[in-house]
């Protein structure tokens, strides 16, 4: 038997889709604060069709499976998930590399999945990236001018002096100076926080409303990562940009984001802002990871550290109800392996799906 | 620190590469000395040379090596004189073996994971293929994988197990020294701190002595009971981890301790200015002092080791309060 799995997601939604559909609305917040919205994710699903044999349907992989936030102008979120949670795949959704089985993204109040090929284009210039290994996402044989060129280009400016001024323009601003020295460089000879810098500069280079980082750091050494976070936070700043920066590690967020979600599984499990998540995590999962999280400290290697037992479901067959109860130290029996858990607030704008807060 | 009896001791080694542009001194002039059943951390940034102190240790060395020299004790006997055919015969897996870094990536995609954990035995123990599968079975029982993973293939497997076969594989030999190289850096974070609780475990179990190497500090505080600090091939900092994660000496040290950011503590992390020096030509005198916020006229000299209560510093500013080593 062999499984594969298709480069895109399925169209055709499937029939169990359905059932298990558990979308429940943000209440007021979303509503009051409509006005100044730049993202709105709806009840997102994004699944991914198994084959058998590379024919037959052997199931899904729901690797998003009914995500509903609102971005605001200016705002900088971190989603918080372990490796194979969506949180890549909820990325590439938004930045319109995949199409949802259900739900949309609305961008300026736009859905993404009615833009037309011309319109999109003009979305991924108002869209940035940043990906995660910087050395993979520049091209070997390109030198940094035309990295850096080849957004413009592509977007239609012309003048090749806009474009020289430009690139000027934003190399200074991420400090890469004096900018005739990295010119002509090809991305390995810079060192991986320079490489990282380009990323930025290239995502920067068209004056994106939004930029999706998806573990910009994860890749550098210790002594660089603030540098590389410190320039994120600057230009966010500056260009009142709307961040999106996904992690899996806890301890950078916080200096970067207003607000944090919390993967698990497909699911958002908790939402609140930085620091009521991390003074009073409320979610079991969210409680394990900031568990987990070390800070440098000799005392640490004399303890055991409590950690949920097991690894995250398989997304293909989740488990029924919430999905962490078969890790979860607080489980209520009858209830978490029966009915998924809606979004309760018990504090104000904090939010998780959890049942010990019904 | 110098209670334990001493496992290994490290003196003098260098390990110089030929390049195209000269030669790099990517191991220079190391001295370090590892207790029975204790952990030590390497910490340094990428290109500092620990993985390359790593291989010469354990006599894993590229085609273009210009220097090898210096002495290593271990267990009293100094391997550096050995033949390379009695080194393998007698010293790896026997006594060092290493988790290369990536090493979940590394398995044999062929091959049953519990055959490549046995071959090990096989190979070195001239054991029988029952008694070593055995074997490997108490093994995987040891780092917390499923016994009857045994017969899976390492595609079956998520990263956190592959990376406990990985150790596994390393510790079936039951060395007394075991080299781990990044072991956690591509894990999640309740991942990352499960392999810690295993590496604990194993610690006190099998008396087993581990030299850990990365860059996170902050993981790196789970196991260390010493910590070397690595900068552009040469050690700069030793002590306690006690010591270390409290107070560290050179400024090198202290700024990486920074830089870390903290979940708990109210802190905001700094970063370090500049760049590691090529290894080709090192600056003379402190290679820090470029970086350095409190470098003065002295730093152009090389700077000593100093020994400032227990802990080992290289740098000029402990003149007056330690002893030179």
């Known amino acids: 038997m062999t499984l594969e799995l298709n480069g895109q997601p399925s169209n055709n939604i499937p029939a169990e889709l359905s059932e298990t559909q558990q979308f429940r609305s943000d209440g007021p917040a979303s509503a009051a604060t409509s006005r100044d919205v730049l993202l709105s994710v709806q009840d997102l699903h994004v699944w991914f069709e198994l084959k058998r044999w590379g024919f037959l349907n052997a199931g899904h992989v729901r690797a998003v499976d ?108 991420v400090k890469m100076t004096p900018v005739d020295d990295f010119l002509t460089k090809f991305p390995h000879m810079l060192s991986g926080g320079q490489q990282q810098r380009i990323v930025i500069t290239r995502a920067m280079i068209l004056n994106p409303q939004l930029i999706v980082a998806d573990e910009p750091v994860s890749m550098l050494d210790a002594s660089v990562r603030v540098e590389i976070l410190r320039l994120l936070q600057r230009l966010q700043a500056s260009h009142h940009l709307a961040v999106i920066y996904i992690t899996h590690d806890l301890s950078t967020v916080r200096y970067f984001s207003d607000r944090i979600f919390v993967m698990y599984a497909g699911k958002l499990v908790e939402r609140a802002n930085v620091n009521d998540i991390l003074r009073h995590p409320l979610h079991p999962y969210t409680q394990a990871l900031l568990a987990a999280t070390p800070d440098p400290d000799y005392r640490n290697a004399l303890t055991h550290r409590e950690l949920p037992p097991g690894e995250p479901p398989s997304l293909v067959n989740p488990p029924e109800g919430c999905r962490f109860h078969p890790r979860c130290p607080k489980k209520i029996e009858g209830l978490c392996e029966v009915e998924v858990p809606p979004n309760f607030e018990p504090a104000p704008n904090h939010y998780t799906a959890c049942w010990l807060f019904r | 620190m110098t209670e334990k009896e001493t496992l290994l001791s490290i003196e003098d080694l260098r390990l110089y590469f030929r390049t195209t542009q000269g030669i790099v001194q990517a191991v220079d002039s190391v001295d370090l000395r590892l207790g029975v059943n204790e952990a030590m951390v390497i910490l340094g940034e990428s290109g500092c040379g620990k993985t390359s102190l790593s291989r010469a240790v354990l006599r894993l060395l590229p085609n273009n090596v210009d220097t090898y020299s210096g002495d290593i004790y271990l267990e009293g006997e100094n391997t550096m004189e050995m033949a390379d055919e009695a080194f393998r015969r007698q010293i790896r897996w026997f006594k060092m073996s290493l988790v290369p870094q990536a090493a979940m990536n590394a ?107 990365t860059h996170d500090i902050a993981t790196s505080s789970e ?103």
């Open chain 1, 66 to 173: 009914g995500v509903s936030f609102d971005l605001h102008h200016g705002e900088a979120i971190g989603i918080v998930g372990e490796s194979g949670c969506g949180k890549t795949t909820l990325m590439k959704t938004i930045l319109g590399l995949y199409q949802p089985v259900q739900g949309n993204v609305r961008f300026d109040n736009q859905d993404l999945s009615e833009l037309t090929t011309r319109d999109m284009q003009t979305y991924r210039s108002k869209a940035g990236y940043v990906q995660q290994d910087p050395y993979g996402a520049l091209p070997p044989f390109m030198t940094v001018e035309r990295i850096l060129s080849e957004p413009m280009v592509i977007a239609g400016i012309k003048d090749r002096n806009v474009r020289d001024q430009r690139i000027r323009e934003v190399l200074t601003e």
């Open chain 2, 107 to 213: 398995l044999n995609p062929v091959l049953k994971v519990g055959d490549q954990v046995a071959e090990p035995l096989i190979v070195h123990h001239r054991a029988e293929k029952e008694e070593a599968r055995n074997q490997a079975a108490w093994m995987f029982e040891k780092v917390g994988v499923p016994v009857d993973f045994l017969d899976r293939y390492a595609f079956e497997l998520s990263g956190g197990m592959r990376q406990r076969v990985a150790l596994a594989m390393a510790l079936i030999t039951l060395p007394p020294l075991v080299f781990l190289d990044e072991p956690t850096s591509a894990l999640d974070v309740l991942t990352q701190a499960n392999i810690f609780n295993v590496l604990k475990n194993i610690k006190k179990e099998l008396a087993v002595s581990f030299i850990l190497i």
């Open chain 2, 223 to 325: 196991l260390a009971d010493s910590v070397a600090v690595m900068y552009a091939g040469q050690i700069v900092e030793v002590s306690d981890a006690r010591r270390f994660f409290t107070d560290p000496l050179h400024p090198y040290a202290q700024l990486l301790m920074s830089s870390v950011p903290k979940l708990k503590v109210e802190q905001e992390p700094t970063f370090i200015t500049g760049q590691p020096p090529s290894l080709i030509n090192p600056p003379s005198g402190c290679r820090f002092a470029d970086r350095c916020p409190s470098a003065f006229d002295r730093c152009s000299e090389e700077p000593p080791v100093f020994l400032v209560d227990g802990q080992q510093v290289r740098c000029w500013l402990y003149r007056a309060k330690g002893v030179r080593a």
